[in-house]
């Protein structure tokens, strides 16, 4: 008898599982920034077919895309403070400030009193809640200093919002080798509690599709980069249907690509399991512009993944 195939080569996901595979058998065990320890390879190449509404989720575990979404839309109205995601129930950013409330302080709170008092208190939230220029800022208002004379520079009133020159730009020049965004603002990176993992975001326009590459530097496989891709494929979605187009592909480079070693249980239990079906994104309604959209504007079709797999954040 031949035997059944474990799983179908053909299913988005297994791109994904391949690359956690070999990590974790085949990494680098290096020492990082965190202390946690990782296992990495350098260099990685995904590509999700986003056609007739496909939509990069993993179906091995359940991802609280949500979140994701959650996350992206408080990208797009530049705000840098964890306030407004803790308002919405979104935690995966409260970690940093809590670290660094902590050390400061010495207080030994935790992460429910911590996001409590951020609630609470704008004052309180405005001193500890703030995550520097990070991605929000530097991709709808990159600061821009101008010449006042006598070799002085002034800070412009407003800075340059690369998202509406995208859309912009998409628009007027498709066929523009130029359509990129990024939060890499080198000369901010110190002030910023993490540099951009998810950096540079390119389109492309070719047959009436809009396609994206997304060179992100630093790659939690386990727990960033189910958001990441889910994420970038939002946004595709959201930026084509500003420019009436279709959505073509997203291609998703990793630099440093790593799992972390307490990360073990989860890449074991991931790995035993099958992907299976093709969960779709709906977006219910074209808003005036790409800074208009709520959360419930998107809807998920089709996604029945397995059970959710909890792991620790290395901070
Ligand atoms: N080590 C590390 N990994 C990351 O993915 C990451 C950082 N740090 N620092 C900045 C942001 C924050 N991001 C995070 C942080 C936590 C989760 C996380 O814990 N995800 C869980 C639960 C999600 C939820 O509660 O909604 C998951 O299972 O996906 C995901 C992304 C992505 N980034
Ligand atoms: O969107 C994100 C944000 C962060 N990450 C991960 C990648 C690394 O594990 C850490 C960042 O640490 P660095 O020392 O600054 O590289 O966060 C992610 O995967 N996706």
């Known amino acids: 008898m031949i035997p059944q195939p474990q799983f179908d080569p053909s299913h988005y996901e297994q791109q994904y599982l391949d690359l956690m595979r070999h990590?974790?058998?085949?990494?680098?065990?290096?020492?990082?920034?965190?202390?946690?320890?990782?296992?990495?390879?350098?260099?990685?190449?995904?590509?999700?077919?986003?056609?007739?509404?496909?939509?990069p989720l993993l179906t091995t575990k359940r991802v609280y895309w949500k979140t994701a979404a959650r996350e992206m839309l408080w990208f797009l109205t530049g705000d840098t403070n964890i306030r407004e995601l803790v308002k919405q129930k979104v935690h995966i950013w409260t970690d940093w400030p809590?670290?660094?409330?902590?050390?400061?302080t010495g207080e030994d709170i935790d992460r429910d009193s911590f996001e409590q008092k951020i609630i609470e208190d704008p004052e309180f939230a405005e001193?500890?809640?703030d995550l520097g220029p990070v991605y929000g800022k530097q991709w709808v208002d990159w600061p821009v200093y101008e010449p006042a004379g006598n070799g002085l520079y002034h800070k412009a009133e407003t800075g340059i919002n690369q998202i509406a020159l995208l859309v912009e730009g998409i628009r007027s020049n498709p066929g523009s080798r130029r359509h990129i965004f990024t939060g890499w603002n080198v000369a901010e990176l110190d002030r910023m509690a993490l540099p951009p993992c998810h950096k540079t975001y390119q389109f492309y326009v070719a047959n009436g599709k809009l396609s994206a590459l997304l060179q992100q530097r630093s790659c939690d496989?386990?727990?960033?980069?189910?958001?990441?891709?889910?994420?970038?494929?939002?946004?595709?979605?959201?930026?084509?249907?500003?420019?009436?187009?279709?959505?073509?592909?997203?291609?998703?480079?990793?630099?440093?690509?790593?799992?972390?070693?307490?990360h073990e249980a989860l890449v074991e239990e991931q790995l035993a399991r099958t992907p299976s079906g093709a969960p779709t994104l709906h977006l219910l309604r074209k808003p005036e512009s790409v800074f208009a959209y709520e959360i419930k504007d998107?809807?998920?079709?089709?996604?029945?993944?397995?059970?959710?797999?909890?792991?620790?954040?290395?901070v």
């Open 127 to 129: 001193q500890w809640g």
């Open 23 to 55: 990590i974790w058998s085949a990494g680098d065990e290096r020492v990082d920034r965190t202390g946690v320890g990782t296992r990495a390879m350098f260099g990685a190449t995904m590509r999700f077919d986003l056609s007739d509404n496909a939509i």
């Open 221 to 262: 496989l386990a727990l960033g980069v189910p958001f990441n891709v889910f994420s970038a494929a939002l946004l595709t979605r959201m930026v084509a249907q500003q420019c009436d187009l279709e959505p073509g592909e997203l291609i998703w480079n990793g630099g440093d690509v790593h799992l972390y070693l307490n």
């Open 98 to 104: 809590l670290d660094k409330y902590r050390r400061a």
């Open 298 to 314: 998107f809807e998920v079709r089709d996604y029945s993944p397995q059970a959710h797999i909890p792991a620790p954040v290395a």
